[in-house]
């Protein structure tokens, strides 16, 4: 299938492409000791920003999937309580997670169009008001990775950790 102009831009901005950091090599090579840490006024770690994204990125792909998964009754339920990882093995799953993610988002951007077109069913009443396509879920799951990787690259800067893999200095 060759994908449209549409797709190849939602593919380039999953792994950070144009204006977007690269969200892999953002989070990749952060010690789990790091990613544990809270600074002073601000209200949660690397660690929880990466498992609220990873918690979103498999709710979407559970929707995509015909599942009916329960939406969070409040929005703290998409936010581990725990600042840290029970161990260096526990967020290079998170990390790992997050990657695997990634690609999966990826892979269904790449699908046909009828694919893409087809409805997601509605799980909350927020969803009710905006376009479900499955098309459409994996933009608004691109743009929330979006907005938590400048989160976590904030983050990094202020704990003298960037620029990451990337090398990037924006």
Known sequence: MTE????????ELLYGKGAHADPIASVQGIPAKLASRRLQGYPH???????????WM???LRRI?????PYPAHAAESWTSDSSPASDGEWKQAEARFVALIGQLSALAQSDPEFLNREVKATHAVHTQQSSSVLAVLWQTAVHNSYHIGQIVLLRRLL????GQAGDTW
């Open 58 to 60: 498999e709710y979407e």
């Open 45 to 55: 770690s690397i660690f929880q920003i990466l498992s609220h994204m990873n918690f």
């Open 65 to 69: 999937s015909l599942e009916d998964p």
């Open 160 to 163: 003298n950790s960037w620029p």
């Open 4 to 11: 449209t102009g549409n797709q190849r831009i939602l593919i």
